[in-house]
């Protein structure tokens, strides 16, 4: 079992930048592929980006690429999700999630594949 804690959050200006970080606990974090969702108020839970467990795989919903970069150090059991140009559209909760897959080079595009969820991260833009 993992657990998930993302931090970074917080209030910015649109154009600004952000760097979200999710810890995970244990020693296993190698073994997990892990993924970025965010929850606008009133809108249901959307997927913006994943990584694989090795690292070398990526995926990004069409509303971030471009502009949101993730990455993970599996030393320091840490995922980053680092968001430039941001937008009062990207006004969420944002959520970090890890997958027990056996696939190393697989992302993971659905919520429901996920195994652990973190509590979540609030990002404000303002215009």
């Known amino acids: 079992q993992v657990q998930l804690v993302e931090s970074g959050g917080g209030s910015v200006q649109a154009g600004g930048s952000l760097r979200l970080s999710c810890a995970a606990s244990?020693?296993?974090?190698?073994?997990?592929?892990m993924g970025w969702f965010r929850q606008a108020p009133g809108k249901e839970r959307e997927f913006i980006v994943a990584?694989?467990?090795?690292?070398?795989?990526?995926s990004y919903a069409d509303s971030v690429k471009g502009r949101f970069t993730i990455s993970r150090d599996n030393a320091e059991n840490t995922v980053y999700l680092q968001m430039n140009s941001l937008s009062p559209e990207d006004t969420a909760v944002y959520y970090c999630?890890?997958?027990?897959?056996?696939?190393?080079?697989?992302?993971?595009?659905?919520?429901?594949?996920?195994?652990?969820w973190g509590q979540g991260t609030q990002v404000t833009v303002s215009s």
């Open positions: 244990g020693r296993t974090f190698s073994r997990y592929a």
């Open positions: 999630a890890a997958d027990a897959t056996q696939q190393i080079h697989t992302t993971v595009l659905l919520a429901a594949q996920y195994d652990y």
């Open positions: 990584i694989s467990r090795s690292g070398v795989s990526t």
